[in-house]
């Protein structure tokens, strides 16, 4: 074939996404299956299913492309290719890179964090400066950060960009980030303050029609997200921050309610993040795949 091309897998805890990409982040082919979850060994089997079921799709053998790139959620040992801890798959320190070398034979492989893959994806697709910070932000089911700069991701011991955890006031009180400002705890609180079954989208609906109870858990979510991107600018002032995740790409009034209320307490020096804090273009269900398979392009 004329393009070669690398495989991403994004793995989830409903679903394993796999597909061909080349090197401008094109996604040639790809399809996705229910993720297995009974055990370690019966997830892994369903990501195998999947790889080669789209090989066999597109008449390819292993050795046609340049490596297997995969994301996934929680802890992830790089160096040695395990997956150290995860909260919603059963790959508690799974060695995922000797597994599928095992499998598909010695080619490239490589494993990252997902948020972490679809960060990289933005970063490279924006073609930035080797001495650029770039941030991302993914607001979603979890909220978590990554930072890269000159092609690296800060990873600090491990754990690095888990800004779920990071303290912020909700309603009154200190409270996670995650708890507070993510898609189930917009929908959460929706379900207390109206005493009915509430989704993120209606409560977003009923804020945009001036209502005063969602009114009062978009501007709640809308501080804390503040408060997480304005820890951001005065650690790293990054040249740019990009959104991604359904909430930010669903809602890019929220986008701009949050980047108003955030100029409020930025210095006259931080201004300029304003301007370059956009939200991703890259199809939410795409970004995974796409950063996964730059892991080894």
Same mark, same amino acid.
């Given at each position: 074939m004329?393009v070669k091309?690398?495989?991403?897998?994004?793995i989830g805890?409903?679903?394993?996404?796999?597909?061909?990409v080349?090197?401008t982040g094109?996604v040639?082919?790809?399809?996705?299956v229910p993720?297995n979850?009974?055990?370690?060994?019966?997830?892994?089997?369903?990501?195998?299913?999947?790889?080669?079921?789209?090989?066999n799709?597109q008449?390819?053998?292993?050795?046609?492309i340049?490596?297997?790139?995969?994301?996934?959620?929680?802890?992830?040992d790089?160096?040695? *290719?395990? @997956?150290?801890?995860?909260?919603?798959? !059963?790959?508690?320190? $799974?060695?995922?890179?000797?597994? /599928?070398?095992?499998?598909?034979?010695?080619?490239?492989?490589k494993i990252?964090?997902?948020?972490?893959?679809?960060?990289?994806?933005?970063?490279?697709?924006?073609?930035l400066?080797a001495e650029?910070?770039?941030?991302?932000?993914t607001?979603?089911?979890?909220i978590?950060?990554?930072?890269?700069i000159?092609?690296t991701?800060?990873?600090?011991? *491990?754990? @690095?960009?888990?800004?779920?955890f990071? !303290?912020v006031?909700? $309603?009154?009180?200190?409270?996670? /980030?995650?708890i507070?400002?993510?898609?189930?705890a917009?929908?959460?609180?929706?379900?207390?303050?109206?005493?009915?079954d509430?989704?993120?989208?209606a409560?977003?609906?009923n804020?945009?029609?001036?209502?005063i109870?969602?009114s009062?858990i978009?501007?709640?979510?809308?501080d804390?997200?503040?408060?997480?991107?304005h820890?951001?600018i005065c650690?790293?002032?990054?040249?740019?921050?990009?959104l991604?995740?359904s909430?930010?790409q669903?809602n890019?009034d929220?986008?701009?309610?949050?980047?108003t209320?955030?100029?409020?307490?930025?210095?006259?020096?931080?201004k300029?993040?304003?301007?370059?804090?956009i939200?991703?273009?890259?199809?939410?269900?795409?970004n995974?795949?796409?950063?996964?398979?730059?892991?080894?392009q």
């Amino acid at each position: 074939m004329a393009v070669k091309y690398a495989l991403g897998v994004d793995i989830g805890g409903t679903k394993v996404a796999v597909g061909l990409v080349d090197d401008t982040g094109h996604v040639a082919y790809s399809l996705k299956v229910p993720s297995n979850k009974e055990s370690s060994e019966t997830l892994f089997q369903c990501v195998c299913t999947a790889i080669r079921e789209l090989l066999n799709s597109q008449q390819l053998n292993i050795e046609d492309i340049a490596g297997i790139g995969v994301g996934l959620p929680g802890k992830v040992d790089v160096e040695n *290719g395990v @997956a150290v801890f995860q909260n919603n798959i !059963p790959w508690e320190n $799974f060695p995922v890179v000797k597994q /599928l070398q095992e499998e598909f034979g010695n080619i490239p492989i490589k494993i990252d964090n997902d948020v972490k893959v679809a960060a990289y994806a933005e970063y490279r697709l924006l073609s930035l400066k080797a001495e650029d910070m770039f941030g991302y932000i993914t607001i979603s089911t979890g909220i978590a950060a990554t930072n890269i700069i000159n092609n690296t991701i800060l990873r600090g011991s *491990g754990f @690095a960009g888990e800004i779920g955890f990071m !303290p912020v006031r909700s $309603f009154g009180r200190t409270s996670g /980030l995650e708890i507070s400002c993510s898609g189930p705890a917009i929908e959460r609180q929706g379900k207390q303050m109206y005493g009915e079954d509430l989704s993120t989208k209606a409560v977003f609906d009923n804020w945009r029609k001036g209502d005063i109870t969602a009114s009062a858990i978009i501007a709640n979510a809308r501080d804390g997200m503040v408060q997480a991107i304005h820890n951001m600018i005065c650690l790293l002032d990054p040249k740019i921050i990009v959104l991604g995740g359904s909430v930010a790409q669903n809602n890019p009034d929220f986008i701009e309610d949050i980047k108003t209320v955030l100029g409020l307490s930025l210095h006259h020096e931080q201004k300029h993040i304003l301007n370059n804090i956009i939200i991703s273009k890259i199809d939410s269900g795409n970004n995974g795949i796409i950063g996964s398979a730059f892991l080894v392009q």
